[in-house]
């Protein structure tokens, strides 16, 4: 099983700035595209971004604007910088990480969002 090291949740108050982080084995990050998911209570887990090992990004509609992917290949790491937070927000993110051109496909164990209003 591959193991991705998340941190970076918790709670905030709405119109606030969180960053998430995501650490993978290096073996694998250099040759995957990286994302981040999230699910919230009674709902289906959303691909929220992405962002491909030629650093090609794209976002769920209602996070455009607001929450930028980055990726560290020196560090082996993904970072979520999520910006003007709402309420509707709030979920349980999980960091993805998918190899290019294959069908292996992996989630950490998520990291706890919590926006108030």
């Known amino acids: 099983q591959v193991q991705l090291v998340e941190s970076g949740g918790g709670l905030v108050q709405a119109g606030g700035s969180l960053r998430l982080s995501c650490t993978a084995p290096?073996?694998?990050?250099?040759?995957?595209?990286m994302g981040w998911g999230r699910q919230s209570p009674g709902r289906k887990r959303e691909v929220v971004a992405g962002?491909?090992?030629?650093?090609?990004?794209d976002y769920l509609d209602s996070v455009k604007g607001r929450f930028a992917i980055s990726r560290d290949n020196a560090k082996n790491t993904v970072y979520l910088q999520m910006d003007n937070l709402k309420p509707e927000d709030t979920a349980i993110y999980y960091c993805?990480?998918?190899?290019?051109?294959?069908?292996?496909?992996?989630w950490g164990q998520g990291t706890q969002v919590t926006v108030s209003s």
């Open positions: 962002i491909t090992t030629t650093h090609s990004a």
């Open positions: 993805n990480l998918h190899l290019e051109g294959t069908l292996h496909n992996y």
């Open positions: 290096e073996g694998l990050f250099k040759t995957a595209t």
